[in-house]
């Protein structure tokens, strides 16, 4: 039996029950229509999309929609669900979903994980999931003996009524999915939660990462599989012009030799000797238009960009009045470079690709693009593509594109049989998608009393969603291009104006961590600190006076309960001078710096502390935060998230840079892309959330781009010198 309700919109409740081998499935109804969970016959599921299952066993399962990447939605979610159904979380289980439309995260369209919305997306909808269940539970339970509904409740698993009635979920779970489903869901309030918000909650993940037994793409197994190592163009957008695999033929394992569309794979017994057979080849490489560019002629290009006067996306005044009345104008330039994602697990994935059905398994953020691409790549139908998520040995948006599945797919379907691919720390580095470099500009006109009276913002970069999802792109404006300083917080009366112009490099470019806040962000905050010093003012007090008090335009709804966005960041600025002693005497070559932004429904105000040596090496010695998340879910790993954006944005400020010499990329591994090491970790790190139990905001990314301008800052502070070019390197610090 079904029931389905319908609503008009994704984001309004509505749910989907039916009688699954005997139990309960839940899911949410979707305007494109679900998938509805059925039995099979056999007592399992066939296309499962529920949210909560509840089988005769008393065994719990929640489904996690988006991928686990370290970000914790392994335990995160399943919180959500667990506090409203009123079960344990050391007694349920967690499966990955597969693609289908009811797991949709409606803040981006898509069943993808990225921009900080897992949580945000849940929030909502996960809890109704599980407040549902468990008032079809209790009516069950109430229906059997006779009894009214709100003479029982429900907890950790079992309905309770009167006169010490009992009855498992299990139990219930058979006939509670013929009940109606409730159309009237109401949550807990804050004050009754008991796992939402629970510091002593541990990641349900981490005993199976300990013991070796969670599966990474990388630990993929099949029967069957063979593996394949691969070779690609070293030039951006290279072809294979020709290759000899005599050598490579003769390797003691090697299956096959095959051309795919990006390149030449070698398919072997172990992936050792694939590896060693691939370098045999001798390929001839076709460059393409690429061949002959490097960095030069990539910032050459990007400069004479930078002068056309680019699309306007904000605008509030006669900014070329307010300038001209100005009594003081600064202006500063900004260079910022390419970056790799550069995951611990290079991209892998298994595939087996038969004439009637293909079978990918991968660490995807993106489950739901993958059976139309490998579709396309294979001939088969988008519904023959069945793809299973894995954990991912870190994303941080490079996994929500879908080459190396695509890939994959290719070489099974020419090997004819299962493939593991697994590209090199060589592979993955120099085919990633990059951060887009760019030139940020700004102009400021202040008043005689060191006021902003006047703004202006222009910036230059590739537009990533121009590529993947040109349809988002109107006007010249991509709006993944202009996060970070789309919603800036500060009053210019005089005038402000924002423009964009995109410019393709040739360069592959894609999202990473935090997207262009670590472009814009980094660079305003870098300025609003040079504005203070022209004013000469405190850096900290300067901001909080120069805030937007009363605007809610960039405010989303239900954080803060009405807050605006400058009050939300007047008050973590306060609050981060007192934690971190700002302005207290320091010695020579020492120095606080400071930045504040608002990205993913988050609040972040942040003091660093750095050491220069009169080489202009620097110590990072103490970062302080101040954050207003709204409520924090698991707060263990909120914390854990704030360390590591700390520490992801340190790495790429201080020594991120990826160049581009006769076509390639330069960088291969991580003795020429450094990243932060274990000593190179900041000495101190303190971090304090804002008591709230508004909706939760994200804290995946915006850390990364806010520590940032507040090292840039700090080196300032300390030794004299601005640096705007990125990274701080000693010569880009004397530079500046």
């Not at 919305?117 to 999931?129: G, I, N, P």
């Not at 509670?176 to 807990?188: G, I, R, S, T």
């Not at 924090?632 to 790495?651: R, T, V």
């Not at 940032?708 to 800052?713: G, V, W």
Request: aromatic letters at 8%; hydrophobic letters at 40%.
């Amino acid at each position: 039996m079904e029931n389905i309700v319908k609503n008009e919109t994704r984001r309004d409740f509505l749910k989907v029950s039916g009688t699954v081998a005997g139990g309960l499935a839940l899911g949410f109804y979707l305007p494109n229509g679900p998938k509805i969970a059925q039995a099979d016959g056999g007592g399992g599921y066939a296309s499962p999309n529920a949210w909560v299952r509840i089988g005769l066993d008393n065994v719990v399962t929640i489904m996690v929609a988006r991928s686990e990447m370290g970000q914790d939605v392994y335990t995160s979610m399943p919180m959500l669900v667990a506090e409203e159904l009123e079960v344990d979380m050391d007694k349920i289980k967690v499966e990955f979903a597969p693609p289908a439309e009811v797991y949709i995260n409606a803040l981006l369209g898509g069943q993808l994980t990225g921009g900080s919305t897992s949580v945000r997306d849940a929030w909502e909808k996960l809890r109704k999931a599980g407040a549902s269940a468990r008032m079809m539970l209790i009516a069950a339970a109430a229906d059997d003996w006779g009894v009214a509904e709100d003479s029982c409740k429900a907890s950790s698993g079992v309905v309770m009524g009167p006169g010490g009635k009992r009855a498992t979920y299990g139990a219930l779970a058979a006939k509670a999915a013929q009940m109606e489903v409730p159309k009237d869901v109401p949550l807990k309030p804050a004050s009754q939660f008991k796992v939402v918000g629970n510091v002593r909650q541990k990641r349900l993940d981490t005993a199976a990462k300990v013991r070796g037994t969670a599966q990474f793409g990388i630990d993929t197994v099949v029967p069957g599989m063979a593996y394949a190592a691969v070779i690609m163009p070293p030039m951006i957008g290279g072809k294979v012009a020709s290759y000899d695999d005599t050598r490579a033929m003769n390797f003691p394992g090697v299956k096959k030799v095959v051309q795919y569309s990006r390149g030449v794979a070698v398919v072997a017994d172990d992936y050792w000797t694939a590896k060693k057979a691939v370098a045999t080849l001798n390929v001839r490489w076709d460059g393409g238009e690429m061949a002959n560019a490097d960095q030069r002629s990539i910032w050459k290009g990007l400069k004479e960009a930078s002068q056309q006067p680019g699309a306007v996306f904000r605008e509030h005044g006669d900014v070329d009045a307010g300038m001209a009345a100005a009594a003081k104008t600064i202006t500063s330039e900004y260079h910022l470079p390419f970056v790799s994602h550069s995951p611990m697990e290079p991209q892998n994935t298994t595939a087996d690709v038969r004439s009637d059905k293909a079978i990918i398994i991968t660490p995807t953020q993106f489950q739901q693009l993958i059976p139309h691409v490998v579709a396309g790549a294979t001939g088969l139908k988008p519904e023959q593509v069945e793809v299973q998520t894995t954990f991912l040995g870190g994303g941080f948006g490079r996994r929500v594109e879908v080459d190396y599945a695509i890939d994959a797919a290719e070489i099974s379907k020419a090997a004819g049989m299962p493939v593991k691919m697994i590209w090199s720390r060589e592979d993955d580095m120099t085919h990633d998608s990059y951060r887009p470099a760019g030139i940020f500009k700004f102009s400021a006109g202040l008043d005689s009393a060191g006021k902003l009276s006047a703004f202006r913002f222009h910036s230059t970069s590739p537009s990533i969603s121009s590529r993947l999802f040109p349809s988002i792109v109107k006007d010249g404006i991509d709006p993944f291009a202009v996060e970070g300083i789309d919603n800036f917080p500060y009053v210019a009366d005089g005038g402000m104006r924002f423009t964009y112009q995109m410019h393709d490099t040739g360069v592959t470019v894609g999202y990473w961590r935090a997207v262009s806040h670590n472009l814009n962000a980094v660079a305003l905050e870098s300025f609003i600190d040079e504005i203070a010093t022209a004013a000469g003012k405190d850096p900290i007090q300067y901001r909080i006076d120069m805030l937007d008090m009363g605007s809610t335009k960039h405010q989303w709804s239900g954080l803060s309960a009405g807050v605006p966005v400058g009050a939300r960041m007047k008050r973590a600025l306060e609050e981060v001078r007192k934690k971190s002693n700002w302005g207290k005497k320091m010695p020579a070559g020492r120095g606080q710096g400071v930045a504040v932004m608002e990205g993913y429904n988050t609040v972040i105000a942040m003091v660093v502390e750095v050491t220069v040596s009169d080489n202009y090496d620097v110590q990072i010695d103490k970062v302080t935060s101040v954050v207003d998340a709204g409520t924090l879910i698991h707060p263990d790993q909120a914390l854990a998230q704030m360390q590591s954006c700390i520490n992801f944005g340190q790495s790429a400020c201080m020594w991120g840079e990826i160049t581009i010499k006769d076509g390639a990329v330069e960088q291969n591994n991580f003795d020429t892309y450094r990243v932060a090491r274990i000593n190179e970790a900041p000495k101190e790190l303190n971090t304090h959330f804002i008591k709230s139990d508004g909706v939760p905001g994200g804290l995946g990314e915006p850390g990364t781009a806010v520590v940032q301008p507040a090292i840039a800052n700090a080196i300032f502070a300390a030794s004299g010198k601005r640096p705007r070019t990125l990274p701080f390197t000693p010569e880009n610090i004397k530079a500046g």
